[in-house]
């Protein structure tokens, strides 16, 4: 394990963006994509679980920076609470893929987990940018907005991206609690990821790291770490299905990370 007293993660502030591209089954009022609600609420559709642990996660670290607030400033400061704020898609990635780049083949897709989605197969260039302008341009600008405005103020930012994953697709090599996904050869990324990962062991969960994808595929934080580069750590939790459907399930997987992410970053300034 690292010496976390001479790592720069605890001695430098830290800002924290936390999204979640795949929080949603739903689609717009305006909008049928012919494909059965059953395909939506599964995994082809959305992320069980995930916009719970990433709300979660973000109520545990305001919580803790505001402890930590009160304690530097003291008890009669009325220090207020400042939490992260979650970035969460709204619809179903079967209508727009929030962790695909806007020039990905798949940020409108025609096949997702094997669901096809024939009416996004039959859309023009045009009606599928006009989609993607309209849906999938504000989020990324969101996101890279706090991004840049965390790194402006500090020089680094971690972004926390949370997913889910469905042990059923691959039952034997699946068979773990939570996957950290990032790009070992990115230094403070990698840093932060094997911290993180010591942090949620240490709770009890079996953690693997770039599990059950890479950490460099087409993707939200990838996109961003070309953008930003070495001070943007972006890393994606994947928690497995069988973690999320149990009644403490999501909170557990936040109750393993919430303290070393509330220690490890500090709130933007109000
Ligand atoms: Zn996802």
Redesign the pocket.
Known sequence: MRDSARSPVASTALPLVISC??AGHGVPPDVDLGVASEVRLSQAGW?EG?LAIAHIIAAGVGARWQHRATLAAGPSAGVPVVRPRVHAGSYT?LFVDL?RAADHPDCVPSLCYGAVVERNAQLSAAAKQERVDRYHAPYWNAVAAEVAAGLARTGRVLHLSS??FCPELDPPGRQFDLGVLFDPAHRLEAELADAMIAAARAHGLNVRANAPYSGTGPALCTSLRQRFGAGYAGIEL?TSHAVVRRADGCATIAAALTDWLAAATAPAPL
């Open positions: 591209e795949h992320d995930a990635r962790n997913h889910s994947e």
